[in-house]
T-cell receptor
Framework: ETGVTQSPTHLIKTRGQQVTLRCSSQSGHNTVSWYQQALGQGPQFIFQYYREEENGRGNFPPRFSGLQFPNYSSELNVNALELDDSALYLC?????????????????FGQGTRLTVV | AQTVTQSQPEMSVQEAETVTLSCTYDTSESDYYLFWYKQPPSRQMILVIRQEAYKQQNATENRFSVNFQKAAKSFSLKISDSQLGDAAMYFCAYRRNSNYQLIWGAGTKLIIKP
């Protein structure tokens, strides 16, 4: 069991609408990553937040945006929804050590939000 | 760019037997990590095992072990004494040492026959 929780678990939206997905990171974790997993495929990296700033982004358009809050929880926002945005959205939290350290802790995942765009 | 390939969309094995899932990857980096994740119907990705590229010794976690061939860029997962609870999608993933961005394969569906 991990402490990463995502809400909502399922969501149905209409094309053109906007959606906000939420993620609470595991206690002690300060880095959050978001992934999109289309049906039958592996996850694709959307972006990562560390200390409330985006510090890595995959090949996703600007209508995918995010936030990280002081408590390290995070939101994923998607504007102008398209049918192809239908997917499972996974959040993963991890702990980044001091700047001189090595990233040797692994990510823990939530159960995801299943987004359906109709 | 790094890529991860899983060439087996589906594998099946008899309960209590051994099965091997294949994964190949491509990278020009020398320092990286490789992972196998399990995704049951509950959808949560669960870390099964990880391998640091700088370590020559293959990682082992109970019934799960890997065969890491760095020169061949191959990273297979062996599951011994398969159990019904092992049934799931298995994903191979890669990340560089410098960040947490995971690059994933397409997954292998593992079916356990009772």
């Amino acid at each position: 069991e991990t402490g990463v929780t995502q809400s909502p678990t399922h969501l149905i939206k209409t094309r053109g609408q906007q959606v906000t997905l939420r993620c609470s990171s595991q206690s002690g974790h300060n880095t959050v990553s978001w992934y999109q997993q289309a049906l039958g495929q592996g996850p694709q990296f959307i972006f990562q937040y560390y200390r409330e700033e985006e510090n890595g982004r995959g090949n996703f358009p600007p209508r995918f945006s995010g936030l990280q809050f002081p408590n390290y929880s995070s939101e994923l926002n998607v504007n102008a929804l398209e049918l192809d945005d239908s997917a499972l959205y996974l959040c993963a939290s991890s702990s980044y050590p001091p700047p001189s350290g090595v990233m040797n802790t692994e990510a823990f995942f939530g159960q995801g939000t299943r987004l359906t765009v109709v | 760019a790094q890529t991860v390939t899983q060439s087996q969309p589906e594998m099946s094995v008899q309960e209590a037997e051994t099965v091997t899932l294949s994964c190949t990857y491509d990278t020009s980096e020398s320092d990286y990590y490789l992972f196998w994740y399990k995704q049951p119907p509950s959808r949560q990705m669960i870390l099964v095992i990880r391998q640091e590229a700088y370590k020559q010794q293959n990682a082992t976690e109970n019934r799960f072990s890997v065969n890491f061939q760095k020169a061949a860029k191959s990273f297979s997962l062996k599951i011994s004494d398969s159990q019904l609870g092992d049934a799931a999608m298995y994903f191979c993933a890669y990340r560089r040492n410098s960040n947490y961005q995971l690059i994933w394969g397409a997954g292998t569906k593992l079916i356990i026959k009772p």
